[in-house]
């Protein structure tokens, strides 16, 4: 009987090894981005909603603090073999705005990615916009992130935090590029 189980083990990782690929990069499109555009100026507005509060400023690319932001965003890479077969995957073609789309959906509701949408151009192949959705529950709250990149344009984080005691908070992070 401890021959079949080991054979069924192996067989499961056998199987497994023999998927190959990957999902998109959103850690490798991050580098792209800053290799891209890393010293180039840009004027950004920041808007934080968080419930009734609104905190506008003013700042530009060379002094905001990108490593937060960017850990947001990071975070979310689904690239790693080890999530190959996690996600339903479809793609469509959107003819009102001339783009080609890329769709990943978890399909168990533990992975931290749940959903994944990129939105490219059919003509020039260049991105024109990344939509992600995470949720994060723990013994004492439940964190939904809502997460869109429109490249040089629009940065926005969207957060619902509701903990097990205490008031839910509802936060609106907005970067606009000024160009």
């Known amino acids: 009987m401890s021959a079949t189980s080991c054979k069924k083990k192996k067989d499961k990782v056998e199987a497994a090894d023999t998927l190959t690929g990957n999902y998109f990069s959103i850690n490798q499109f991050l580098i792209d981005e800053w290799n891209t555009f890393q010293g180039q100026p840009f004027m950004i507005s920041k808007?934080?909603?968080?419930?009734?509060?609104?905190?506008?400023?003013?700042?530009?690319?060379?002094?905001?603090?990108?490593?937060?932001?960017?850990?947001?965003?990071?975070?979310?890479?689904?690239?790693?073999?080890?999530?190959?077969?996690?996600?339903k995957f479809s793609q469509f073609d959107d003819n009102a705005d001339q783009t080609h789309n890329f769709f990943y959906e978890a399909i168990d509701e533990d992975l931290f990615t749940r959903k994944l949408l990129i939105t490219i151009d059919r003509f020039t192949s260049k991105v024109k916009g990344i939509y992600l959705e995470t949720e994060k529950k723990t013994l004492f709250d439940d964190r939904v992130q809502k997460l869109y990149y429109k490249p040089l344009q629009t940065v926005q984080i969207q957060t619902d935090d509701k903990p097990l005691l205490g008031s839910k908070k509802y936060t609106v992070e907005q970067y606009e590029f000024i160009r």
Do not use: M
């Not at 490593?67 to 073999?81: E, M, Y």
């Open 47 to 87: 808007t934080v909603k968080e419930g009734e509060k609104v905190d506008s400023s003013l700042t530009n690319s060379d002094t905001i603090s990108w490593a937060p932001l960017v850990k947001v965003f990071a975070v979310t890479d689904i690239s790693d073999r080890k999530y190959l077969g996690q996600y």
